[in-house]
């Protein structure tokens, strides 16, 4: 019974060696560099590298800020709507609403900056907008 048992044991050692020794062949013969890569795989990355340029365009930074534009009125019936890209290009558009009247207005951003005069919640929702 002792034989089985050490003879069981002496070939679970050689399993083992054998194993080590065909998995660091396997890493030296398989190499880690991207040239090696199949052509569809550097087909899809010059696919998701093409996207990722073209997302940089989309408005997709947004943010919104709601407020009182006047003391006697409640709600936050007023609000502040930033749309940018990711370099801050884009538009801030804002409606103030009165008792009688709503208001809107729209500002042309351009590198997280706006040339005309802008608003607190204008600003605010720019640098909310901001990643």
């Not at 534009?69 to 884009?90: C, E, N, P, R």
């Amino acid at each position: 019974m002792e034989i089985l048992s050490v003879l069981a044991l002496v070939l679970a050692v050689l399993a083992l060696a054998f194993t080590v020794v065909a998995l660091r062949r396997t890493q030296r013969t398989r190499g880690t560099g991207v040239e090696e890569l199949p052509e569809d795989v550097h087909g899809l990355r010059q696919e998701v590298a093409a996207l990722k340029r073209e997302a940089g365009d989309a408005l997709r930074h947004l943010a919104v800020v709601r407020y009182d534009a006047f003391g006697d009125m409640g709600g936050h019936l007023s609000w502040s709507l930033a749309l940018l890209d990711d370099g801050g290009h884009g538009v801030v558009v804002t409606s103030i609403h009165g008792r009688s009247e709503a208001r809107t207005y729209a500002k042309s951003v351009s590198a997280w900056t706006c040339e005309q005069q802008l608003s607190p919640e204008e600003e605010e929702a720019i640098a909310h907008a901001r990643p």
